[in-house]
T-cell receptor
Framework: LAKTTQPISMDSYEGQEVNITCSHN???????ITWYQQFPSQGPRFIIQ???TKVTNEVASLFIPADRKSSTLSLPRVSLSDTAVYYC?????????FGKGTRLSVIA | DVKVTQSSRYLVKRTGEKVFLECVQD?????MFWYRQDPGLGLRLIYF???????EKGDIPEGYSVSREKKERFSLILESASTNQTSMYLC???????????????FGSGTRLTVV
């Protein structure tokens, strides 16, 4: 069973910031939090990973509170091409277990 | 960039056939994984391998086997294909996790297998 809970779907207009929150109440000490993006008929693509506090790269930011029981993926100024399914995963050395993800639809 | 290449993008096979799905990665990764993805069910782990000659069952290994004779290649084998194995198959790889460093997975583009 996936160790995370995230919304099934979200809608956003182009140019808005999108925040997708994921809860992982049973995260273990050695678990990292990783987010993937998947377009139709493609494999998931790694977006960002963090352990605690805040991580930022050219694509997104990841906010992790001190208790690490949740995390928020932030996508700045989304465009139509950001329409995809976003997966939140926690894992240490064990294989990734995917949940259903969040289907983000960006509307013009 | 790490590349994970799956030999076929689309494949159609007959029921009862033995099917080989090939996956090759070019970055010397120790860990390799096979998932299948079905609508409404998400990605499910079939088998994985932490190194050459090693294999571990995932959540749904029934009807499948794997082979890892070389580090760069991880093959998924459907011993006798059945219609319920019609699915998108995704291969992934990553380096061995070391200490506090945790690496992301790199996925291939997938093989859409139809069993008729």
């Amino acid at each position: 069973l996936a160790k995370t809970t995230q919304p099934i779907s979200m809608d956003s207009y182009e140019g808005q910031e999108v925040n997708i929150t994921c809860s992982h109440n049973n995260i273990a000490t050695n678990d990292y939090i990783t987010w993937y993006q998947q377009f139709p008929s493609q494999g998931p693509r790694f977006i960002i990973q963090g352990y605690k506090t805040k991580v930022t790269n050219e694509v997104a930011s990841l906010f992790i509170p001190a208790d690490r029981k949740s995390s928020t993926l932030s996508l700045p100024r989304v465009s139509l091409s950001d329409t995809a399914v976003y997966y939140c995963l926690v894992s240490g050395n064990t294989p990734l277990v995917f949940g259903k993800g969040t289907r983000l639809s960006v509307i013009a | 960039d790490v590349k994970v290449t799956q030999s076929s993008r689309y494949l159609v096979k007959r029921t009862g056939e033995k099917v080989f799905l090939e996956c090759v990665q070019d970055m010397d990764h120790e860990n390799m994984f096979w998932y299948r993805q079905d609508p409404g069910l998400g990605l499910r782990l079939i088998y994985f391998s932490y190194d050459v000659k090693m294999k571990e069952k995932g959540d749904i290994p029934e009807g499948y086997s794997v082979s890892r004779e070389k580090k760069e290649r991880f093959s998924l084998i459907l011993e006798s294909a059945s219609t319920n194995q019609t699915s998108m198959y995704l291969c992934a790889s990553r380096p061995r996790t070391s200490g506090t460093v945790n690496y992301g997975y790199t996925f291939g583009s997938g093989t859409r297998l139809t069993v008729v």
